[in-house]
């Protein structure tokens, strides 16, 4: 198994574009979410998801969009980039709705200018 | 709502050291608890964890014990390498509207030195 996956690993934005951080999983994991982890903040839930078809927002979800098509797949998109951007977005997935483990992809580092 | 409390760091020890990183939390219910260790340029990735009160997690020296009645879930090593040096994130778990919620703390940097 892969585990999950990110790309890009890097991604230089000029403020006001747009792109998606791709993010996937070969674990048949229910259990989906983005975060961003800042200096000195830790981790921030962005967006989650608990199946196909099935997102809802967490602690700072403005300025991302997600959808949940599949199982395995959960991109986060970024409408109009902005500065207050930059930062280090991870994707994690967990098998299901109970307190279980979750599983980190390695990291796209987000640089807004 | 759910708050994690971690110590500041960074922490700096010599190899060998005893190692203790504290970690308090605010929850309502009977959250799960976990500890994340990210090493330098990587994801997060589980330490060890503990789903009832009085649990002890263990992993690679590692241990933590849930202790309920000081809301407390402090990681000790007794030996620290040189390639323990990471950060590491208090987390907790609960269910909340149906769904899992985690909260994570802000993370306490390890530094070992030879």
């Known amino acids: 198994n892969a585990g999950v996956t990110q790309t890009p690993k890097f991604q230089v934005l000029k403020t006001g574009q747009s792109m998606t951080l791709q993010c996937a999983q070969d674990?048949?994991?229910?259990?989906m979410s983005w975060y961003r982890q800042d200096p000195g903040m830790g981790l921030r839930l962005i967006h989650y998801?608990?199946?196909?078809?099935?997102?809802d927002q967490g602690e700072v979800p403005n300025g991302y969009n997600v959808s949940r098509s599949t199982t395995e797949d959960f991109p986060l998109r970024l409408l109009s980039a902005a500065p207050s951007q930059t930062s280090v977005y991870f994707c994690?997935?967990?098998?299901?709705?109970?307190?279980?483990?979750?599983?980190f992809g390695p990291g796209t580092r987000l640089l807004v200018l | 709502g759910n708050s994690v409390t971690q110590m500041e760091g960074p922490v700096t020890l010599s190899e060998e050291a005893f190692l203790t990183i504290n970690c308090t939390y605010t929850?309502?219910?009977?959250?799960?608890l976990f500890w994340y260790v990210q090493y330098p340029g990587e994801g997060l990735q589980l330490l060890l964890k503990?789903?009832?009160?009085?649990d002890k997690g263990s992993n690679k020296g590692f241990e933590a014990t849930y202790r309920k009645e000081t809301t407390s879930f402090h990681l000790e090593k007794g030996s620290v390498q040189v390639s323990d040096s990471a950060v590491y994130f208090c987390?907790?778990?609960?269910?909340?509207?149906?769904?899992?919620?985690?909260?994570f703390g802000t993370g306490t940097k390890l530094q070992v030195i030879p």
């Open positions: 929850a309502t219910g009977y959250p799960s």
């Open positions: 674990m048949n994991h229910e259990y």
């Open positions: 994690a997935s967990s098998l299901g709705q109970k307190q279980e483990t979750q599983y």
């Open positions: 987390a907790l778990s609960s269910i909340s509207g149906g769904y899992q919620k985690v909260t």
């Open positions: 998801s608990v199946g196909a078809g099935i997102t």
């Open positions: 503990a789903t009832k009160a009085d």
